[in-house]
């Protein structure tokens, strides 16, 4: 079986022993692991890692009935059937997500029309006063032609009674439009905030999210490419998550992984400093003008931190620790081979015993 499916089929505890596997090298595998399979399970599986937090589909609940499709998959039965009942689960999920981003443009799109409209109706409201007092000036300037006291007098009277109560109205309504405004913009404001947010960051922890990582990481190696600043990367996954999830539940799982982001921010406190959240219980660091020692060093007091905290959860508590890889961007090295070394480095700690960094070597292929 090849090392990637096995990778990927390790982190679903299931008996295949019991199920009508056979042991073979390395503990017990599923009956007849297709590739077609693995690669299948790998899809979903990605999917799940990245799902958007949808009024009526929790991130939490979702991502459990995906894990339920998975373990069908593997469990060998009728795939067709799986296949049918989760091409009908995503083919209304896929329905919800654009409903939910057709939504939140409508709503936006409601608060900038009731802005418009406001304010047109306020500008055909100014014409008609405007032309209102130009009438009553065209007649006060008849009156002083016509020599009339008596009719000057009461023009005089009508053009700046119209003037002083258009002139009030006009104040009033500005004061009420620019309420209104302002309680608009105000609701303007906190969406696009909140859809920045959601674009930036992870909704779980809060975290920057993948996407923003990919633009920090493009940003800052064009900053240091030349290398005459150092530049590293910190990769960071938490040991054996599946079985915290297994034994305390997923909710506590997510606890976890909000702690942990918790204890990252307070480490990597910079303002340069990015943490990201890649994956589902992955990591990755940013680290602006850190050498690979400076990194290491910023790494094992993260580590430190992490094995001495104990995370209370209700009546749980539960300790954990977690695998690092540094990689310090090398000159003239391609932005893939930089993030790669330090995937390499972090797989290196896994392979080693887990609960440690490592730091990579320098890329042995520079781009001249
Ligand atoms: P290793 O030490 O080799 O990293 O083992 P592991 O069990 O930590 O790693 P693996 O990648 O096999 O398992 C990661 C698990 O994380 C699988 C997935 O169900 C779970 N997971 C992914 N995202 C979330 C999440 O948002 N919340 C919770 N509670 N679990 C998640
Ligand atoms: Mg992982
Ligand atoms: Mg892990």
Redesign the pocket.
């Known amino acids: 079986m090849k090392k990637w499916v096995e990778?990927l089929i390790?982190?679903f505890d299931f008996d295949w022993e019991k199920n009508g596997g056979s042991p073979g090298a390395g503990g017990a595998m599923p009956p007849g692991m297709s590739e077609e399979r693995a690669t299948l399970l790998f899809v979903i599986d990605t999917y799940?890692?990245h799902l958007l937090e949808i009024t009526g589909h929790p991130?939490?609940r979702t991502?459990e009935m995906l894990?339920e499709y998975m373990k069908e998959l593997l469990q060998q039965g009728d795939t067709e059937k799986v296949l049918f009942r989760f091409r009908q689960f995503f083919s209304a999920y896929r329905l919800d997500e654009t409903a939910y981003v057709q939504k939140s443009f409508e709503e936006f799109r409601g608060i900038v029309w009731d802005l418009v409209d406001q304010l047109s109706e306020d500008m055909s409201e100014t014409e008609k006063e405007d032309a209102e007092i130009r009438h009553h000036l065209e007649e006060l300037k008849e009156a002083v032609e016509t020599n009339s006291i008596d009719y000057l007098k009461s023009e005089s009277r009508k053009f700046i009674d119209c003037y002083v109560e258009k002139q009030f109205k006009k104040q009033k309504r500005a004061s009420t439009r620019m309420k209104s405004i302002r309680k608009n913009l105000n609701v303007v404001k906190k969406q696009l905030t909140e859809a920045n947010d959601t674009m930036r960051l992870d909704h779980?922890t809060s975290a920057l999210n993948r996407k923003s990582f990919d633009e920090y990481c493009t940003q800052f190696y064009k900053l240091h490419s030349s290398g005459q600043q150092p530049l590293s990367l910190m990769m960071l996954?938490?040991?054996?998550?599946?079985?915290?999830?297994d034994t305390f539940g997923?909710?506590?799982?997510?606890f976890?992984?909000k702690e942990l982001v918790k204890v990252l921010k307070d480490v990597f406190h910079r303002e340069a400093d990015v943490v990201a959240r890649v994956?589902?219980?992955?990591f990755a660091i940013i680290l602006p003008d850190y050498t690979t020692d400076m990194a290491l060093k910023k790494a094992e007091e993260l580590m430190s931190k992490v094995r001495a905290a104990v995370f209370v959860h209700e009546e749980h508590k539960l300790t954990f620790t977690v695998?690092i890889g540094i990689s310090q961007l090398c000159t003239g090295e391609e932005i893939a081979g930089w993030i790669k070394r330090a995937d390499l480095a972090l797989y290196n700690s896994?392979n080693t015993g887990?609960n440690r960094a490592t730091v990579a070597p320098e890329a042995l292929h520079r781009v001249a």
């Open positions: 990778k390790e982190q799940s890692k991130v939490r991502r894990d779980l996954d938490i040991d054996h998550f599946k079985k915290i999830n997923h909710p506590i799982g997510d976890v992984l994956g589902g219980e992955e695998s896994k887990r």
